[in-house]
């Protein structure tokens, strides 16, 4: 079968029947949106976070136009966020009107650097999204301190950090709303799509509920304009098996992280802040000559991806923001040497070894 870049596989078959009598548990109900098995699910991880609420719903993507819709961001406001991210970050804060604003990322972490947000806030700010990269967290304390310095709204894009922490807390729990994703890639993920939204504001999360249903406050009676971002039953009940391994998930992703760390030669590794821990979505190097190393990584049998080759200012649809290049250095460098390289909780020693021992031999 080879190398492959994630072993979902080898999940499957791990939590096999735990996770088929959940699907079967699901069919016999007929319960099949929202329901029992997603109020579950939204206790347990309010639980793992330690947030007082969680809500459930559609995607990762789904989330974030939520958080948005539910702080009141609209047409004419701006939300600063970073560049080097997958484009549903920025695609969100357009969808909802408003306009994204980048700050440049930081050399070693990847992720947006705090020290340059304060400049870029205008009467126009309305929030910072910052986006955790990689597995890892940014200094998400200081982001909120300086929203909140500002009167503006914190809200952490959590799709990669799910499981991760910075001083001892927990991704999703630090801003004044976050969300996450739960698909099949991610470190907590489903069999389809799915997301979460996470928050201590009891009025915002009952804005974020009645806007996934279709702005419904009562059955037939809508108070807001919503959408349908409501979680399906069955990946509710995939991923409260997934929950319970996912600890055990995650000391394996960092001793496989580890390993990588101490063995691998003549390649830019990924930092992780001393203060901070990474639950390593993707376990992704800084490399010369990119092209020249996924080909003979290729030639090797180890399966590579670019996360991310074109930072969002960048993309054909924002053209219209008209920004200067040269305003993320930092960006412009790593978007053009990023390489991730096989990771998941399931690969073995044996194909480890091999993927260090090529890369060794070719970087």
Do not use: W
Not at 97 to 125: C, H, L, M, Q, R
Not at 144 to 158: L, P, Q, R, V, Y
Not at 248 to 262: F, S
Request: hydrophobic content about 35%; proline content about 4%.
């Amino acid at each position: 079968m080879g190398i492959g870049f994630i072993d979902l596989q080898a999940q499957y078959r791990a939590y096999k029947d735990e996770i088929d009598r959940a699907i079967q548990g699901v069919l016999d109900s007929s319960a099949y949106i929202m329901g029992p098995e997603v109020s579950a699910l939204e206790s347990e991880l309010s639980t793992f976070v330690g947030v007082e609420h969680s809500i459930g719903c559609s995607s990762g993507t789904s989330a974030l136009e939520l958080v948005l819709r539910a702080l009141g961001i609209k047409e004419g406001d701006e939300v600063i966020t970073t560049p080097f991210t997958f484009f549903a970050t920025a695609e969100m804060i357009s969808i909802v009107g408003a306009k994204p604003v980048f700050v440049d990322i930081e050399p070693d972490t990847y992720n947006i650097d705090t020290s340059k947000i304060k400049e870029k806030i205008t009467p126009k700010t309305k929030a910072i999204m910052a986006v955790s990269i990689f597995g890892q967290m940014p200094d998400i304390d200081n982001i909120a301190n300086i929203a909140k310095e500002h009167g503006i709204k914190s809200i952490e894009d959590g799709a990669q950090s799910f499981g991760a922490t910075l001083r001892g807390r927990k991704s999703c729990s630090i801003a004044e709303i976050s969300t996450t994703s739960f698909f099949p890639a991610k470190p907590l993920g489903g069999y389809g799509d799915g997301g979460a939204i996470f928050t201590n504001d009891k009025e915002l999360e009952d804005r974020c509920r009645v806007l996934l249903n279709h702005g419904q406050n009562q059955r037939y009676k809508h108070s807001l304009i919503g959408i349908n971002g409501r979680l399906d039953a069955i990946q509710a009940a995939i991923l409260r098996v997934k929950l319970k391994h996912f600890p055990e998930e995650i000391a394996k992703r960092e001793e496989i992280a580890k390993r990588y760390d101490e063995n691998l030669k003549n390649v830019v590794i990924p930092k992780i802040a001393t203060d901070r821990t990474s639950v390593y979505a993707q376990y992704t190097l800084l490399v010369e000559n990119r092209e020249e190393f996924i080909k003979a990584a290729s030639e090797k049998g180890i399966p590579t991806a670019i996360h991310y080759p074109i930072p969002l200012y960048r993309q054909e649809a924002y053209k219209f923001l008209n920004e200067n290049p040269n305003e993320y250095d930092v960006c412009e460098e790593v978007s053009s040497k990023v390489v991730s390289i096989p990771f998941s909780p399931f690969l073995s020693i044996e194909d480890q070894e091999y993927i260090i021992e090529s890369i060794n031999s070719i970087s």
